[in-house]
């Protein structure tokens, strides 16, 4: 009788998990992101001077790297305030408006569309007609009526900011609930005598948030660039009171004179959206299941 030799099974060994290697640009770009939020937080702290400090025996000094002094690293505007002073108040007064105008246009389409998912009927037909007029409006031109009539403030500068754009996370949001209804998970919560609110918030929500974050992602570029172009205009943040474009527009008088007084704010605006914009589209690259 022969003894049978057992046959050895190879051991199945599970691939080891590969890390996100995050590409060099993007690298770049969080890098330049998370340096602009330190410098927003830390604004009152950094800062050499006063935004109004005036200092007119050096109106006009050109930055250390235009053969300038180490008082003023980025020279002067024509009333001698610290261009780098003004800079860094102005990065977070941009920031301050850019996200609370994100926020509130995010939180708007998202309420309008869970309404129109919800209800259907008419109630769906009046938030898509809502969600069409505003779309085909010029933005431009109603915040530019809205300024000139109602005056300016703050609160009302970024309430209007977040009026620009709601409409895309109103159709991301109603298509998205729509789908999630249809799934079987959002209902089954619902027999189990959940409420609307419930359901959405608790559950629905967290599973569209990624789309959602990755639209204001991409959003957000839009933002920053209609306050600067609004605060060039004139019609943004007022003085005393400081912000990218509102620096940008008072340095276009200087231009050949001293450049320095635009070009940081405008460098700064330029290097924040593509920043935003490389990392919005990663996270999108990153979160969309389609797209891998």
């Known amino acids: 009788m022969s003894a049978t030799t057992p046959q050895l099974v190879p051991a199945v060994v599970a691939p080891p998990k590969q890390r996100t290697k995050i590409p060099p640009m993007v690298a770049i770009a969080l890098f330049w992101i998370v340096a602009i939020l330190a410098i927003a937080f830390l604004a009152e702290v950094i800062r050499p001077y006063s935004i109004t400090a005036l200092d007119l025996r050096a109106r006009l000094s050109p930055p250390v790297f235009m053969g300038g002094t180490w008082a003023h690293p980025l020279g002067t505007d024509e009333l001698g305030r610290d261009v780098l002073s003004r800079l860094i108040v ?11 105008a994100a926020i509130i246009a995010a939180t708007l389409g998202v309420l309008l569309g869970f ?3 919800h209800f259907r009927g008419w109630v769906e037909q009046a938030v898509m007609a809502l969600v069409d007029f505003q779309a085909a409006m010029p933005f431009m031109i109603l915040a530019l009526s809205v300024l000139a009539f109602f005056g300016n403030s703050l609160p009302l ?3 209007l900011l977040g009026l620009h754009g709601w409409e895309r996370y109103a159709r991301i949001a109603r298509g998205l609930a729509i789908s999630a209804g249809a799934q079987g998970y959002a209902a089954a919560v619902r027999q189990l ?8 918030a608790r559950h629905v929500l967290p599973n569209i948030a990624a789309t959602l974050i990755v639209s204001m992602t991409l959003a957000f570029p839009e933002i920053i660039l209609l306050e600067s172009g609004l605060s060039f205009l004139g019609l943004g943040v007022q003085p005393p009171m400081t912000s990218l474009g509102n620096m940008v527009g008072y ?6 004179r001293a450049p320095w007084i635009l070009l940081s704010p405008s460098a700064v605006i330029v290097l924040t959206t593509l920043s935003v914009s490389l990392v919005g589209d990663w996270l999108r690259d ?3 299941p389609t797209l891998r």
């Open 286 to 288: 990153r979160l969309d």
């Open 115 to 117: 309404l129109a998912a």
């Open 90 to 100: 102005s990065i977070r007064m941009s920031l301050l408006i850019a996200f609370g």
């Open 251 to 256: 340095g276009r008088e200087y231009l050949t």
């Open 157 to 159: 500068f970024i309430g």
């Open 193 to 200: 005598g959940a409420t609307p609110w419930r359901v959405y």
